[in-house]
């Protein structure tokens, strides 16, 4: 208590014969990004600084992150509209003084590479409140590719740009963004790259095949669970004895499996379900051993263990971390009772969601319709019981990709590849607003704590 006394006398000292300023402000202009910007500023003692910035003519004011305790600080503005016009002013403050520069001005150039146009088509009158300062993660999987972040309006506010496609990306809850990178060329939205950046575009992991302990491509989801590891699904290959049905005594079959990596890039962990499957079960399997039984997303549940989907199975695998063991199937030919109308084919995006049930794109590829899928799952008496289901009209059937989560609760986010179209809808699938995508995107994400929040200038005076 009394060295907290001491530093606040000393600091209100200081206040005194050497108040807080800030000596200058220098923007460093980053053309390879043109909704990103690098701002230096001095100052005449350790403090905490902040840039706030607002567009031309507006009141609606947003904030950087706080750099703390220095005098030479690093601030990065990094989410801007283009072509804008903004005012930004530097913050300094300490426990007793605030101090602030002189309001200055930049601009935002148009985006011209690798990024797409995002149309707001519709939304819906009384759906505009709820909407308001939300944020959405999408990414281009095409050569050059990006990771994209857009507002509720559509308008691009952050993308990185690659040279690579963009095979799917995935907001982290440290504010990074986790890509998989990969040629147009890979099949199968697979890539050979992990890369997770920050919003400043520092890369803070970066695994490659050939580097490390990353010794296959992965493909379809790559994801952080609860300890900061990275997970992915991977291709995997298996020598099998198909001369009985017309391959050959050590035939190659390529499946799927997962993959587990540390935060130092280690491999921890890793699983096959050519290890649970025999080849010669699938009387098709000659035609399909060079992509059997086609893993498209995973998702790491709160008690460790992974849900894996299975498009050709029409198959969701729980498997226990600890043993690899299979635990049950859910679907075709699996170890739950469910409504025939609520079977589901080549599915998407199972994950479980914030009312623990079980959510799915359901692309329909037999009915050709395209569905919002949850259920609850009873594993003791193997039951499963639909607690969601929103049908799509015929126009946003999707075949591939894709994906469904939940949106505040009461509302539905769609990603539809094929109509090429983000939107919400309501409990009844009515469509309440409504984003063209001129591009190819995989999935959407509704990102959380993009915006950075106003310091509380005067809790820290007291």
Known sequence: MIIIIAIALRESIMNLINPLRIKNVDLIHLPENRLRFKFRATTNRDCDAVIKYWTENSKDTLYTDVSKGTSHHTLWIVNTTAPTNYNFQIIAFNNKQKALSKERSFKTMPIYH????????????????????????????????????????????????????????????????????????????????????????????????????????????????????????????????????????????????????????????????????????DPEIMKRKKDWVHANSVFKQKDGNFLLSFRDLNQIWNIDYKTGRVIWKFGDKGNFEFAPSDHFSSQHSAHITQNNELMILDNGTKNGITRALAFQLDTTNQKAYTKLKISLPREYYTTVKGNVSLFNIDKVLFCVTDPRALFVTDMKGRILWKIQVDGDPYRVEEIHNFLYPKPDFDASRN
Request: proline share 2%; net charge negative.
């Open 114 to 281: 690798a990024t797409p146009y995002f149309n707001l088509e519709y939304i819906d009158n009384a759906f505009k409140k709820e909407i308001n300062n939300k944020f959405f993660l999408t990414q281009i999987l095409t050569e050059p590719g990006s990771a994209v972040i857009i507002d509720d309006f559509g308008n691009i506010v952050w993308y990185e740009a690659f040279k690579k496609g963009v095979k799917v990306s995935h907001w982290t809850t440290e504010k990074t963004v986790l890509c998989i990178l990969g040629a147009e060329k890979i099949p199968s939205s697979g890539g050979d790259e992990i890369i997770e950046i920050d919003l400043s575009g520092k890369v803070k992991n970066h695994l490659q095949v050939g580097k490390g302990d990353m010794d296959k491509m992965v493909h379809h989801e790559v994801r952080k669970d609860e300890q900061g590891n990275i997970y992915a699904i991977t291709f995997d290959e298996k020598i099998f004895d198909l001369s009985s049905i017309g391959g050959s005594k050590q035939d190659t079959v390529h499946g799927d499996g997962i993959v587990v990596f540390n935060k130092d890039g280690h491999k921890i962990w890793e699983w096959s379900m050519l290890d649970h499957l025999d080849p010669l079960s």
